[in-house]
């Protein structure tokens, strides 16, 4: 039998200490927010989809076109889910869209698939229009109908990028059934797109969806203005909480399919002979340009993107390795 002497027994512990910390902190290092060149991950190359999944629909097996992403190049702090400290809910409130009705939960719940490893999750919260009212325009929007979005993040270990995709639709008043309108997942996506970049007139939908072979069958956006397809970029800046915020959007071809197929709603929100969607999804990238004078930039990732909790910074008790040669006879 091997007799431990004081320094033993106190040692011991203090090395099991270091070793546990050690071994989590190697957990957890290769876990944290990728950033891919595109700025998120097709959810197709995981077995994801981009239109949602909802619970009953008629015909079953209906869903609405995940239609934006917030890239994961987008500023880290954008990228957690709170609203303190620029996050994404602040940034949500710089172009009035809030959180539901006095915090309540109106509706069924849809879930996506992001392709991340999560399998089919459900939303993350409903944000509504808030007319320019932060604490109870949403309430407004929930009566009255407006534009509207749902989102995920992407942050399962096959893709942990910590993207954001929405689901966006503008949609009639509630004693119309929320309902969508004519050409709605459409237009929802624009106005967003309008407001989140501070645009002064509405972004022309309808020029955008044209059934052109660019749009349908290309895999790169036309560059060139005047020409068939050209798909325009919109740059501008928001503010909130004393953040203020610059978001580039582009439309990215080929995750969506410019049709109707499998599209909720798609009998009203067909017009003028067009499928329900145009297929196009607005890439937003958003970065952070003023910040409250006490704060300061956030520079590491989330290693949940959806939590909104900081990373865990570890301190490795370094008075502890002088120990180590005579932990281990």
């Given at each position: 039998?091997?007799?431990?002497?004081?320094?033993?027994?106190?040692?011991?512990?203090?090395?099991?200490?270091?070793?546990?910390?050690?071994?989590?902190?190697?957990?957890?290092?290769?876990?944290?927010?990728?950033?891919?060149?595109?700025?998120?991950?097709?959810?197709?190359?995981?077995?994801?989809?981009?239109?949602?999944?909802?619970?009953?629909?008629?015909?079953?097996?209906?869903?609405?076109?995940?239609?934006?992403?917030?890239?994961?190049?987008?500023?880290?702090?954008?990228?957690?889910?709170?609203?303190?400290?620029?996050?994404?809910?602040?940034?949500?409130?710089?172009?009035?869209?809030?959180?539901?009705?006095?915090?309540?939960?109106?509706?069924?719940?849809?879930?996506?698939?992001?392709?991340?490893?999560?399998?089919?999750?459900?939303?993350?919260?409903?944000?509504?229009?808030?007319?320019?009212?932060?604490?109870?325009?949403?309430?407004?929007?929930?009566?009255?109908?407006?534009?509207?979005?749902?989102?995920?993040?992407?942050?399962?270990?096959?893709?942990?990028?910590?993207?954001?995709?929405?689901?966006?639709?503008?949609?009639?008043?509630?004693?119309?059934?929320?309902?969508?309108?004519?050409?709605?997942?459409?237009?929802?996506?624009?106005?967003?797109?309008?407001?989140?970049?501070?645009?002064?007139?509405?972004?022309?939908?309808?020029?955008?969806?044209?059934?052109?072979?660019?749009?349908?069958?290309?895999?790169?956006?036309?560059?060139?203005?005047?020409?068939p397809g050209f798909l325009p970029q919109y740059t501008g800046s928001t503010s909130y909480g004393n953040y203020t915020y610059q978001t580039t959007t582009t439309y990215i071809q080929n995750l969506l399919q410019n049709s109707s197929t499998g599209i909720n709603h798609y009998i009203t929100v067909?017009?003028?002979?067009?499928?329900?969607?145009?297929?196009?999804?607005?890439?937003?990238?958003?970065?952070?340009?003023?910040?409250?004078?006490?704060?300061?930039?956030?520079?590491?990732?989330?290693?949940?993107?959806?939590?909104?909790?900081?990373?865990?910074?570890?301190?490795?008790?370094?008075?502890?390795?002088?120990?180590?040669?005579?932990?281990?006879?």
């Amino acid at each position: 039998m091997v007799l431990l002497n004081g320094a033993h027994v106190l040692a011991y512990p203090l090395l099991l200490i270091l070793c546990a910390q050690w071994s989590f902190a190697r957990r957890h290092s290769s876990k944290r927010a990728l950033i891919p060149p595109a700025g998120y991950i097709n959810p197709a190359a995981g077995g994801g989809q981009m239109l949602t999944s909802i619970p009953v629909t008629y015909p079953a097996g209906l869903g609405e076109p995940i239609n934006a992403i917030i890239s994961a190049k987008s500023d880290p702090a954008v990228l957690v889910n709170q609203e303190i400290s620029g996050g994404l809910l602040n940034y949500f409130l710089s172009f009035n869209f809030s959180i539901e009705c006095l915090g309540q939960h109106l509706g069924g719940d849809q879930s996506a698939n992001l392709g991340d490893g999560n399998g089919f999750q459900n939303e993350t919260a409903v944000i509504r229009y808030n007319y320019g009212n932060p604490h109870t325009g949403s309430c407004t929007e929930t009566i009255q109908g407006g534009n509207h979005f749902r989102y995920w993040i992407q942050n399962g270990t096959a893709a942990n990028t910590g993207a954001i995709f929405l689901a966006v639709s503008y949609e009639q008043s509630m004693t119309a059934g929320h309902d969508i309108v004519p050409n709605g997942y459409d237009f929802g996506r624009d106005w967003l797109i309008g407001n989140a970049t501070s645009q002064t007139s509405l972004i022309p939908t309808l020029d955008l969806s044209s059934p052109t072979p660019a749009l349908t069958n290309s895999t790169t956006n036309v560059t060139t203005p005047g020409s068939p397809g050209f798909l325009p970029q919109y740059t501008g800046s928001t503010s909130y909480g004393n953040y203020t915020y610059q978001t580039t959007t582009t439309y990215i071809q080929n995750l969506l399919q410019n049709s109707s197929t499998g599209i909720n709603h798609y009998i009203t929100v067909e017009m003028d002979g067009r499928p329900a969607i145009d297929g196009l999804v607005a890439l937003l990238e958003v970065q952070i340009t003023s910040r409250p004078n006490t704060s300061s930039p956030n520079t590491t990732r989330p290693q949940k993107a959806s939590n909104g909790r900081k990373n865990i910074q570890l301190m490795y008790p370094l008075f502890l390795l002088p120990l180590l040669p005579a932990l281990i006879i």
